[in-house]
Antibody, heavy 120, light 110 residues
Framework: QVTLWESGPALVKSTQTLTLTCTFS??????????VAWIRQPPGKALEWLAL???????SYTTSLKTRFSISKDTSKNQVVLTMTNMDPVDTATYYC????????????WGPGTLVTVSS | QTVVTQEPSFSVSPGGTVTLTCGLN?????????TSWYQQTPGQAPRTLVY???ARSSGVPNRFSGSIVGNKAALTITGAQADDESDYYC??????????FGGGTKLTVL
């Protein structure tokens, strides 16, 4: 059974760095074609794809925010970490981690999401 | 900048058919974009309806179908039911490991 869950601070201040951890089970990020992505959703707004890391350690980031992001994985712990620098109140959102398999191109499993509020 | 467009809202009568679309601000959507469609109800994580343009996810009723119509991806709901009232999002694969979500469509069934 595949599960993912997000953890991190619920509240950060402007200009601070946010670190979110996705812990997963039921699959390994050493398996070909598997990736973990981060997606966020501000309250009442649309989903936004942020970043992805693959089984082969390839990384990709949304173009508009890539200078602020860093994604990494620890395959021994089944974890993926997303770091966002210089947080702003507009970054207030529910942050989801998801699994995706190249070939299907489907974000097939999602964590429950974690709400991060950025105070000014 | 790539913008993926969706109708902000749509309304359908129970039992009716509705087609939601997913376009690009510049260019056409094709099968190479591997369009996926997600349904989201308030407070819940999204769930996959269709992936890779027209593959229905396991357990999804066959009244949901994906296709390319003209220069857009499309999600058609045939025989809409009350519990189809949700937000629907498409996402396109832009290559080089990058995805872009649309702005979402709020579907009302009444």
């Amino acid at each position: 059974q595949v599960t993912l869950w997000e953890s991190g601070p619920a509240l950060v201040k402007s200009t601070q760095t946010l670190t979110l951890t996705c812990t997963f089970s039921g699959f390994s990020l050493t398996t070909n074609d598997l990736c973990v992505a981060w997606i966020r959703q501000p309250p009442g707004k649309a989903l936004e794809w942020l970043a992805l890391i693959g089984w082969d350690d390839r990384k990709s980031y949304t173009t508009s925010l890539k200078t602020r992001f860093s994604i990494s994985k620890d395959t021994s712990k089944n974890q993926v970490v997303l770091t966002m620098t210089n947080m702003d109140p507009v970054d207030t959102a529910t942050y989801y981690c998801t699994r995706i398999r190249y070939g299907d191109y489907d974000f097939d499993y999602w964590g429950p999401g974690t709400l991060v509020t950025v105070s000014s | 900048q790539t913008v993926v467009t969706q109708e902000p809202s749509f309304s359908v009568s129970p039992g009716g058919t509705v087609t939601l679309t997913c376009g690009l601000n510049s260019g056409s959507v094709s099968t190479t974009h591997k369009t996926s469609w997600y349904q989201q109800t308030p407070g819940q994580a999204p769930r996959t309806l269709v992936y890779s343009t027209n593959a229905r996810s396991s357990g999804v009723p066959n009244r949901f179908s994906g296709s390319i119509v003209g220069n857009k991806a499309a999600l058609t709901i045939t025989g809409a039911q009350a519990d189809d009232e949700s937000d629907y999002y498409c996402v396109l694969y832009m290559g080089s490991g990058i995805w872009v979500f649309g702005g979402g469509t709020k579907l009302t069934v009444l």
